[in-house]
């Protein structure tokens, strides 16, 4: 009774543990799953930072189509001009960059932004969240 007992003991005690195959199985698995992952967070992050570019494109596209489309333009932190017989400024408010009067936003998610003034043209300075600073032509 006793050698039933013992083979039957240890039968559980060869059955209840992973074999080497299958724990180095489960780590092949675990490290692919992992390489996944960060190849996943590696395309956020660079996705983050080119987000920017293709609005920044079409703000400064708009931006040069009112300063061609303005009677008299000027630059001094802001940018001021007379568009359709309006007096407009375009400057920075609350991390955008804004055209007032009203509440046209042309550029978004910017920690600074002004316009400079050099010989005949005018330019666009700004940076946004963890990127470089750009400078930008409006206009001549």
Known sequence: MENIQNKKLKKMTIHMGFSMLEALFSLLIVSILLSLLLMYLQGLRRMDTSLYDGE?????????????????????????????????????????????????????DVDDAYFTQREECIYLVYKHKKQEIKERIIGC
């Open 56 to 108: 920044d494109d079409i703000s400064i596209s708009q931006l040069r189509l009112i300063y061609v489309l303005s009677d008299t333009c000027y630059a001094d932190g802001s940018l001021y001009l007379s568009y359709y017989d309006k007096d407009m400024q375009v400057s920075l408010q609350k991390d955008r960059l804004i055209m007032q009067p009203g509440y046209q936003v042309f550029l978004q």
